[in-house]
């Protein structure tokens, strides 16, 4: 395998993995993206090799298809020294409610794929003793919360599978991060009324992510503001926060 330096980005269309890839790439990391849709890829990847001078490939990659997984990373002619994991679906809560394809999808994708897509790769990176490994959680899974628990249910699912590998991981090389977006203008949020003061931006994102590697932190919230809102949430009694339409 190559001696350089490589971020692998599951996922490589979404609004945050395109901006983390290319705040990798100014970081002088060689990129590979990995997505079902390799068409939409293509774009992004000139403007990397362009922009950042850096080497780029693009690899097709379905977070569903978890038989496919073991020979993906097999195949990989690289060591990911970064892999982002950035896939995911948000639907609205009713849709959610009322079509078990959505539920079954989300669950798919946020949770199956995830698990399995980190469980395939660690072996790679325990061999090497190496490698940092992003999740993307959400302040959703922080409590259920009427407005989006199914989605909130598959983050918080997340969560207790990143605190199991963190705590399989003391004492090796290899680092597992969890970020917290909270409130993004992306695509997938094309349309809600978000507000501002605790809305990031993509490349906000991207910039944390970057750093938590760099630093080797643990969870990361994007905006520190929603660590004290969702510690509020969490210490509120039931009974109380039963009555709100959170």
């Given at each position: 395998m190559s001696q350089e330096k490589w971020a692998l980005v599951l996922g490589a269309n979404s609004d945050i993995a395109k901006s983390c890839a290319k705040k990798f790439a100014s970081n002088k990391l060689n990129i590979?993206?990995?997505?079902?849709?390799?068409?939409?890829?293509?774009a992004t990847a000139s403007?990397?090799?362009i922009r950042y001078e850096v080497k780029v490939s693009i690899v097709k990659f379905d977070a569903t298809d978890l038989s496919s997984h073991t020979e993906f990373f097999d195949s990989l002619d690289f060591f990911p020294d970064v892999t982002l994991v950035s896939f995911g679906v948000l639907y609205n809560q009713i849709d959610l409610e009322k079509n078990f394809q959505l539920r079954k999808e989300m669950v798919d994708v946020n949770l199956l794929g995830v698990i399995n897509s980190v469980e395939n790769l660690l072996p790679m990176l325990l061999k090497r003793n190496k490698g940092s490994l992003v999740l993307m959680g959400s302040a959703a899974g922080d409590r259920g919360k009427r407005s989006n628990y199914i989605y909130?249910?598959?983050?918080?699912?997340?969560?207790?599978?990143?605190?199991?590998?963190?705590?399989?991981?003391?004492?090796?090389?290899?680092?597992?991060?969890?970020?917290?977006?909270?409130?993004?203008?992306?695509?997938?949020?094309?349309?809600?009324?978000?507000?501002?003061?605790?809305?990031?931006?993509?490349?906000?994102?991207?910039?944390?992510?970057?750093?938590?590697?760099?630093?080797?932190?643990?969870?990361?919230?994007?905006r520190s503001i929603w660590r004290l809102i969702m510690l509020l949430i969490r210490l509120t009694p039931r009974f109380i926060f039963n009555k709100t339409s959170l």
């Open positions: 590979c993206l990995a997505s079902r849709d390799i068409d939409n890829c293509i403007d990397i090799e909130g249910s598959t983050k918080a699912a997340i969560e207790t599978y990143y605190e199991g590998v963190d705590h399989r991981l003391h004492n090796t090389g290899v680092r597992i991060i969890l970020i917290k977006p909270g409130f993004v203008e992306t695509k997938m949020t094309l349309g809600m009324d978000l507000p501002l003061v605790i809305t990031a931006s993509p490349h906000e994102v991207a910039k944390k992510v970057y750093n938590a590697v760099q630093k080797e932190k643990k969870v990361v919230y994007v």
